[in-house]
């Protein structure tokens, strides 16, 4: 038996990190073309190869810190051990929308004759037309060809952040805006659902624990920053809707997870999709940050009334002010990206600014970032630079990367 069973839980974003959930990059994004590619929200094609190398670094760094890194594969696997998950499993991914009413038994019959391996690598990797034998001759498989998608690949599912993101002793999982991703959530539902590890967390989920899609109540794990254990900052941004913050915020209240939410206005755009693209916590009292935000961002400070009415809304300008207050401290160090407005602009776009803190003041961080990293270095921070040429071509940092389940409490 294991002598100091773990408590699954996140209450900063810098707590000494113990067990983190990863994805190593494969067959999806083996998928992408010119055709698909900004559908799938890449900027451009991957290496694959190169991608995986570049994750078997990061994935070495944290185990060198010490972390438990676990990946979704591996956890999907175990779970289809079960035959009653195995079906689960296929029937989500191999839908009458997605394969049509003649193809969809044959497709789902391909999937579950596979081994659990395969099968796990199918559920995220996808299926096309020329994968299930005789489907190219069907109305569907003859129209679509044989290079499209039975069952839809999800080549973000590398941003294991997204779909999953832990407040306190639970978990967001996220109804996601862009249809590429959105059955990303599933997935994740089954590991959490179904393995040993995760038992009685559906009573934690504080939201997306259903199946609803939740439009326009879309919410992302790369805007949810757990900035204390008792306020979390969520960012408004292209992905996450305002009626999702406010849902979310009531129930957190509710449970009794969080006194505040920090609401943060953003930009609606590609380059600033979530909140950790221009802001992530890089020790108990600093964080680095694309500067424009300052100017950019309106902030909400949300509270519940103290009388069980309506939830206290104050608009607040000084995001300094808000970010010391989340972290509990009575100034935050704020290290902005770049040397000046044009390499600032160039390495948030790099995810200069998307660094995942393993404990306070050592953040791990792409190599490519170079004047973001000197300023941090330069202000005492520790960083631990992984290569990160063909990763970031989703537009993701290793903050975005990894999903932490377990940190140490700061305090
Ligand atoms: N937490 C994050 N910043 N995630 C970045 C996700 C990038 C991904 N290609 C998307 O568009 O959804």
């Not at 509270?303 to 809304?313: E, F």
Request: charged content about 30%; glycine content about 10%; hydrophobic content about 40%.
């Amino acid at each position: 038996m294991d002598p100091s069973p773990r408590t699954p839980g996140v209450d900063s974003e810098v707590g000494r990190l113990r067990e983190v959930i990863v994805h190593r990059p494969d067959l999806e994004l083996r998928r992408l073309t010119p055709a698909n590619k900004d559908e799938l929200l890449f900027d451009e094609l991957v290496w694959v190869a190169k991608a995986q190398e570049e994750h078997d670094a990061f994935v070495e760094v944290l185990t060198g810190e010490g972390v438990r890194v676990r990946s979704l594969h591996r956890l999907l696997v175990e779970v289809l051990a079960d035959g009653a998950v195995r079906d689960e499993a296929v029937a989500l991914r191999a839908t009458v929308d997605a394969c049509g009413v003649e193809l969809v038994e044959r497709v789902r019959r391909h999937l579950a004759e596979l081994e659990r391996d395969e099968l796990a690598t199918r559920l995220v990797g996808g299926v096309t037309v020329d994968e299930v034998p005789g489907a190219r001759e069907g109305f569907v498989g003859g129209v679509l060809g044989g290079t499209a998608f039975l069952v839809p690949p999800l080549p973000n599912a590398v941003f294991t952040r997204d779909p999953s993101a832990w407040v306190g002793g639970g978990v967001v999982l996220s109804p996601m805006q862009r249809p590429a991703r959105q059955d990303e959530r599933a997935l994740w539902q089954l590991v959490y659902h179904h393995h040993p590890d995760f038992a009685g967390l559906a009573a934690a989920t504080w939201y997306g624990g259903d199946d609803r899609p939740g439009f326009p109540a879309t919410l992302e794990g790369g805007d949810v920053l757990v900035l204390s254990d008792r306020l979390v900052a969520i960012g408004l941004s292209e992905r996450t809707h305002p009626v999702a913050v406010e849902n979310l915020a009531a129930r957190l209240f509710a449970a009794d997870v969080v006194d505040e939410v920090l609401a943060v206005d953003l930009p609606k755009s590609r380059g600033t999709m979530h909140l950790d693209t221009v802001l992530t916590v890089v020790d108990t009292d600093a964080v680095v940050l694309w500067p424009r935000v300052r100017e950019l961002a309106t902030l909400y400070r949300i509270r519940p009334a103290p009388d069980g009415g309506p939830m206290r809304v104050h608009r607040e300008s000084d995001l300094d002010a808000a970010l010391a207050r989340g972290l509990g401290v009575d100034a935050v160090r704020v290290i902005t990206t770049g040397e000046d407005e044009v390499a600032a602009d160039r390495e948030q776009w790099d995810d200069g600014n998307n660094t995942l803190a393993v404990r306070p003041g050592t953040v791990v961080a792409y190599e490519r970032n170079v004047d973001t990293n000197r300023r941090l270095t330069d202000a005492g921070i520790e960083v631990l630079e992984i290569p990160g040429s063909e990763l970031p071509r989703g537009r993701g940092g290793p903050r975005c990367m990894s999903c932490p389940v377990v940190r140490d409490p700061v305090r």
